[in-house]
């Protein structure tokens, strides 16, 4: 292990036997010897997320059914070892990982799509699909799955329902738990649960579903989802402006509204990001300029054409400048070819990336860039801010290099600093990514102690072994 946990007190700790011959015995009887992992090599792709520290487990477990996580769950209750259920393992909070030891649950053989109904605008696919072939599948036929976490090449539908992930879209369609009608899931006491149904309306008891979207896996593990879809948009258009400052570029989000178009996407750049790009890739950008913008909007060809004209107005009349609007696929795909560049050009400066996704009203993310750019400078720290302004969820990376020690310490107090002012101006400290290990030492600067008790009793009452995801959220 790479790094020591704080150790949390929400539930009897779950020992770790999971080694222990009779227990891998008895999950080779549930599984097939065949998919219980046990050597180095073929646990170690198990051992990370993309927060890339290493916590092996001690056997990964690769279920095929609902009723096969039961019993698994029920033998890790009676031999007390814990379990950590895993997607696609590209979590930013650690989400995934072991940190406490016993197995892993991967999910990638239930990657199953079982149905998708074009009359009832539903589909209900495993949790070990992954966000890009239900996107594909459903837009076979003419159907709009929204939810498009950055990751949707990789990560599954579980964990973006564990994550109530956002994406690009959120702007316009919300984020994940807007899409989830109802659940399988196996609490982590092994019992199956149903929540909600194949309606967009139910309100026959607790709002379970609920409950479950967004839990990190520490409520129970999700192995089926029916998920709410929309109309395939005929079209999409895109426009990207330059701006002097970030002030002006976010005063056009309200501009947008003003007249009245919903951009599915608008993705903002702040000064480091831009400088970053061109530096490394040379798109003839404004070295000068305070932040672009980068607008979406989809529909019908007609209005997308009309919205799309209503945008480039607006930009323009908001200061706007290199205004461009993109007709084409291969014009959109060139206007956003900027943004998707970001990741490797921030590579050069540092090889440790604090990628935090703060959130505040949308009308506050200028005050928000403008102090966290005062705390990079504070703590001689290298800061890049791009993200969502349309929901006001920024992306802050403090950059350092990972060996050096003291630039780590004053990148992590900026990061505390960041939180802080988040929160002051009316948000918090993560909009999409979640806490897992990463952010529970911050838990409390967000939420106070009766909420936070409120969480702890919900985990002790369904999970009163503490085996499902132990050392996560609450430190
Ligand atoms: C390059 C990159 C871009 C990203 N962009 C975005 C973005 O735009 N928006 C966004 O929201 N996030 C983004 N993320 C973060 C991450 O991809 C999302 O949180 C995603 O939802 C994680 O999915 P996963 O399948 O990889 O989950 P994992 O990392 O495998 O697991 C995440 C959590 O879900 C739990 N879990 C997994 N499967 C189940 C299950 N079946 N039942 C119960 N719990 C389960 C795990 O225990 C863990 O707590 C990005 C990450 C990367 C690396």
Redesign the pocket.
């Known amino acids: 292990m790479s790094q020591t946990i704080n150790p949390i007190s929400v539930t009897t700790r779950a020992r770790t036997t999971a080694s222990d011959a009779s227990v891998l015995a008895r999950l080779c009887e549930i599984v097939g010897a065949e998919h219980v992992l046990v050597d180095p090599e073929r646990v170690e792709p198990y051992a990370q ?2 927060v890339k520290e290493k916590f092996p487990p001690e056997a990964v477990v690769l279920p095929r059914t609902a009723q096969e996580i039961a019993a698994i769950l029920k033998l890790a209750n009676e031999a007390r070892f814990p379990v ?9 909070t650690g ?2 990982v072991p940190v406490e030891g016993g197995i892993v649950i991967g ?1 990638d053989r239930m990657n199953e799509i079982r149905e998708i109904n074009a009359d009832d605008l539903y589909v209900i696919a495993e ?1 070990g699909v992954t966000t890009y072939a239900l996107q594909q599948a459903v837009e076979a036929h003419n159907l709009f799955y929204p939810p498009d ?3 949707y090449k ?3 539908l ?3 329902i ?2 109530n ?3 690009m879209r959120s702007a316009k369609y919300g984020v994940t738990k807007h899409y989830v009608l109802g659940l399988e899931v196996v609490m982590p006491t092994g019992e199956i649960i149903r929540t909600g149904g194949k309606t967009s309306k139910n309100v026959v008891g607790f709002d379970l579903t609920g409950l479950i979207c967004g839990s ?2 520490m409520l ?3 192995t089926e989802a029916i998920l709410k879809l929309l109309p395939l948009p005929e079209a999409t258009r895109t426009v990207r402006a330059t701006f002097k400052t970030m002030r002006e570029a976010c005063a056009c989000v309200t501009r947008f509204t003003r007249a009245r178009v919903t951009p599915v996407a608008i993705e903002v750049l702040d000064r480091n990001a831009i400088r970053a790009v061109e530096t490394e890739f040379a798109f003839g950008l404004d070295q000068n300029a305070g932040a672009i913008l980068i607008v979406s909007v989809d529909g019908a060809v007609a209005e997308v054409e009309h919205a799309s004209r209503v945008v480039e107005k607006a930009l323009r009349e908001g200061s706007g400048y290199d205004v461009m609007r993109a007709v084409t696929r291969e014009e959109e795909d060139r206007l956003w070819d900027v943004r998707r560049a970001l ?1 490797p050009a921030m590579k050069k400066f540092g090889t440790l990336k604090l990628n935090e996704d703060v959130v505040v009203p949308r009308s506050r993310v200028p005050e928000l860039i403008e102090r966290v750019e005062a705390i990079g400078q504070s703590h001689k720290t290298f800061v890049v801010n791009f993200g969502h302004a349309g929901d006001g969820n920024i992306h802050v990376n403090f950059m350092c290099e990972r060996e050096d020690k003291e630039a780590v310490r004053r990148a992590r107090d900026a990061v505390r600093e960041t939180f802080a002012v988040a929160i002051e101006l009316g948000g918090t400290i993560s909009g ?3 806490i ?1 290990y990463v952010k529970a030492p911050y838990l409390d600067m967000a939420v106070d102690t009766a909420t936070i008790e409120t969480m702890k009793r919900i985990k002790r009452a369904l999970d009163p072994n503490g085996i499902l ?1 132990p050392g996560k959220m609450f430190v």
């Not at 950590?84 to 930013?92: D, N």
Request: charged share 10%.
């Open positions: 997320d993309a950590t259920a895993r997607g696609g393992g590209v979590g930013y989400g995934a999910t949790p976490p950055a990751s990789t990560s599954f579980g964990g973006n564990a994550e992930a956002g994406g990190e896996g129970g593990i999700i990741s999409e990514h979640g897992g995801n």
